[in-house]
Nanobody, 118 residues
């Protein structure tokens, strides 16, 4: 069974940086689509960044140039480096796996809280 565990969230001042990590277990890694989503209070969950097995990336427009997603296949870990954080980046960040290990259904982690103060 695919399991995802996120870490790295916290409270940071505007302009600061955080690096989120998501460790995947229960499946092989490297033939999947890994994503980071976030959900702010009272808002819908939105896609922040995505990386495919081939290394292609997609970013939410408001984070382009500030955030970077990457994956380490040996460690079965996907990262989200967040620089130049803004208060509007505040929310719970979730890691998502879609791949052969889940029959191409989405699997989610428990989320990690990111709070950016102004």
């Amino acid at each position: 069974q695919v399991q995802l565990v996120e870490s790295g969230g916290g409270l940071v001042q505007a302009g600061g940086s955080l690096r989120l990590s998501c460790v995947v277990s229960g499946t092989n890694f490297g033939r999947d689509v890994m994503s980071w989503y976030r959900q702010a209070p009272g808002k819908q969950r939105e896609l922040v960044a995505q990386i495919t097995a081939g290394g292609s990336t997609v970013y939410l427009g408001s984070v382009k140039g500030r955030f970077a997603i990457s994956a380490d296949n040996d460690k079965k870990t996907v990262y989200l480096q967040m620089n130049g954080l803004k208060p509007e980046d505040t929310g719970v960040y979730y890691c998502s796996y879609v791949g052969p290990g889940s029959n191409w259904n989405a699997r989610w982690g428990q989320g990690t809280q990111v709070a950016v103060s102004s």
